[in-house]
């Protein structure tokens, strides 16, 4: 997709409008937040499965040049093509062969971020080749020509509402005095409509959660079985994974799905967790025929022993997002990105180009929820500061801003200054007050202009106050 | 395409301070490598998972029924075709339970049961399908299904409903367990092993659950005692 992430600002304002996006949002605590914590609670091993599983993508970091040499051996010994992509116009141009040589015309698409990453569907749709999206929510945004909005729930912005009349407008097929009110019935439609488009594919196309170097087995997750039909009834499978989804063993593997579904659903385990190792065999009569994985770098390399590796670890389950105070109020399209909330605010600037994607690592609160809730302990507030550090050495804040930092930070490190002037702004503060909200308030606009006056006294007074009550 | 090969690897290299180790400690590096992947660190195993006996058995019928799964013991195989033959009747027609090819199925009076048993890859038409599990795992109440020449992977993906045969004796506590229980079975892997844990399941839409997304609305598994 195209990177449109400098115009966050307009597009997060345009979104806290959105009565529609706002109330699909407000799914996301009932929908994913409870669910995890639940899930979590019920692991106690989890904490101890997160540092082992930290261990080893660390360790297959330091030495995944030689990793990616033992995968790729493997999996050709299984009998799948190899490619190595560098770039996303490589990766595309693979892709793009590999259907012309067995003369496709449709391509069946299990969800995928990496192919979201090289913009497959466009470039296929502009050389002939129709490529559907199979998994639900990915299939519903294909249709209304949206990109997706969460990296796990790709139509998580929408409403059933929404839904319904995007079916009614694009399945002719259909009575159009049929019932779409239900989840149920909506389901149903796409589901006989995806049925004669897996069974008449040409290819199938997936990423990978997990490589998997000790055997040559691609690791795919999924709870609609997508994935799986895309893999089966086409003759020829594409798997496209970045580098460093690689892992070396199937126990190592193990440790981090354990992880994995927690983290994104709140499942015990995906519905489906499949360990792929090449096309079909003799005497089976599914499966591929043709077995392609593509390896694609797009700037994973860069970011080894830099600053940045940690965000190598990312599994792409989602926590982050789905626990973001600002992803949940702005939705994932206004980061005009492929990746979004907390770990796309940090990989989008380091995949496409800090000059992309100014506005990303603003995109915080750096409350931390992010950090917290992500099973591979990526420290995202750390990286996002850093990119924002980035940032003023290369001198992008705007001069008011930074006038006002260093204004800010001038009186910051002079204690007695600094709680002489926040004694003076309460005080002040508390004489503009009406009804519990100030009136006016310079650059309070993004508060709805009703900034709460302050209840009492400093935080600091208040704080020595009541060590003094509780010692 | 052998150029972005090289050019992939010398980036890595490149990065990872390659060029100026001398040739000792890489040699000693990929010894690392190889000798992780021969001899894989077993990382501890959660408690949940560590069960054994009669536990095992009710652990898996837990999970199962959460993943929302449908469970039943019966005491043998022989049972199945009386058990299944309602349930291909009543919900799905009479086009016949596609099945995989397995001893454990192939003796059984299906015709009796008024069932006609086919076997094969799914298509359009399938409804019912009917399973053997090369294993179950406790910890998650999953199945385990195995692509072979007489168990093709559509058989468990089409129908809308699908019957798994389970034999207790193939009952592990974790997906540890039985992947190593498979590869004693098949050296390497099979093309595909897939854990199933309950039916297809999507929640896209307001993010609500419904079953049967693309894979079967519904999942009966039979855990049975003797094999």
Not at chain 1, 72 to 79: C, I, Y
Not at chain 1, 85 to 114: F, Q, W, Y
Not at chain 1, 299 to 321: H, N, P, T, V, Y
């Amino acid at each position: 997709m195209e990177i449109t992430s400098n115009a966050f600002r307009e597009r997060s304002a345009r979104a806290l409008k959105d009565a529609d996006l706002q109330d699909a949002l407000k799914n996301l605590k009932r929908g994913f937040q409870e669910k995890r914590t639940h899930a979590v609670a019920r692991l106690p091993e989890f904490s101890d499965l997160q540092d082992r599983a930290v261990a080893i993508k660390d360790h297959t970091l330091g030495l995944l040049d030689f990793y990616l040499e033992r995968f790729e051996s493997k999996v050709e010994a299984n009998g799948v093509r190899v490619h190595r992509c560098g770039t996303n116009e490589e990766a595309r141009e693979t892709i793009l062969s590999i259907c012309k040589d067995v003369g496709a015309r449709t391509v069946v698409k299990a969800k995928s971020m990496i192919t979201e990453e090289i913009a497959i569907n466009d470039f296929l749709n502009a050389n002939g080749v129709e490529p559907v999206e199979t998994d639900l929510g990915e299939y519903i945004i294909q249709l209304r020509k949206e990109p997706p909005s969460h990296i796990i729930a790709p139509a998580i912005h929408l409403k059933r509402g929404q839904i319904a009349d995007t079916f009614r407008q694009r399945h002719a097929d259909f009575s159009p005095d049929r019932s779409l009110d239900a989840p149920r019935e909506l389901v149903d439609e796409a589901r006989q409509i995806m049925r004669r488009r897996f069974l008449s594919a040409d290819v199938g196309i997936s990423g990978a959660n997990l490589l998997v170097a000790e055997t040559g087995s691609v690791v795919l997750l999924s709870n609609e079985g997508n994935i799986d039909l895309a893999r089966t009834l086409p003759r020829v499978h594409i798997v496209i994974a970045s580098i460093e989804k690689i892992v070396p063993t199937l126990l190592d593997a193990s440790v981090i799905l354990r992880l994995l579904s927690r983290s994104a659903t709140g499942q015990e385990a995906a519905t489906y967790t499949s360990f792929v190792s090449g096309p079909r065999r003799p005497g089976e009569v599914d499966g591929p025929e043709a077995f392609h994985v593509l390896l694609l770098d797009n700037g994973r390399s860069a970011l080894l022993k830099s600053e940045f590796e940690d965000m190598l670890r990312c599994i792409r389950c989602g926590a982050c997002l789905n626990h973001c105070p600002v992803y949940g109020v702005t939705g994932g399209h206004a980061y005009g990105a492929v990746y979004t909330g907390p770990m796309g605010a940090v990989l989008t600037p380091l995949l496409e180009g800090r000059e992309r994607a100014v506005p990303l690592p603003n995109a915080s609160t750096f409350c931390g929820r992010c950090e917290e809730v992500c099973p591979m302990r990526i420290p995202l507030v750390s990286l996002l500061r850093r990119l924002r550090e980035g940032q003023a050495r290369a001198g992008s804040p705007p001069l008011l801003a930074r006038l006002s930092l260093g204004l800010w930070a001038f009186c910051a490190r002079r204690p007695a200054l600094y709680h002489g002037l926040a004694r003076l702004g309460v005080a002040f503060a508390r004489r503009g007050r009406r009804r519990g909200f100030l009136r006016v308030w310079p650059r309070a606009g993004g508060w709805g202009g009703r900034f709460p006056a302050p209840e009492g006294t400093t935080f600091q007074a208040a704080f020595r106050g009541q060590r003094k009550r509780r010692p | 395409m052998t150029e972005a090969r090289a050019a992939i690897l010398g980036r890595l290299r490149e990065r990872l301070g390659r060029p100026a180790a001398p040739p000792e400690r890489l040699r000693a590096m990929r010894a690392e490598v190889d000798g992780r992947l021969a001899d894989p660190p077993v990382h501890p195993l959660p408690a949940r998972g560590r069960v054994a006996g009669e536990a095992t058995v009710a652990l898996f019928l837990r999970m199962a029924a959460e993943a929302k799964a449908e469970t039943a013991r019966i005491a043998s195989a022989a049972e199945l075709p009386e058990q299944v033959a309602p349930l291909v009747r009543e919900n799905r027609g009479n086009e016949g339970l596609l099945a995989t090819a397995d001893p454990l199925l192939d003796g059984l009076p299906w015709e009796e049961a008024g069932i006609a048993l086919r076997h094969g890859r799914a298509d359009e038409g399938t409804r019912a399908s009917i399973a053997v599990a090369a294993a179950g795992i406790a910890e998650t109440g999953s199945l385990l299904l195995v692509a072979t020449p007489e168990s093709p992977m559509s058989v468990h993906l089409l129908a809308d409903l699908h019957v798994v045969l389970l034999p207790v004796s193939r009952l592990f506590g974790t997906m540890e367990e039985a992947l190593a229980a498979l590869r004693r079975e098949v050296p390497g892997l099979p093309s595909a092993a897939m854990f199933v844990t309950g039916p297809s399941r999507t929640a896209d839409i307001e993010q609500q659950m419904q079953l049967g997304a693309h894979g079967p609305k519904q999942l009966r598994i039979y855990v049975s005692e003797g094999e």
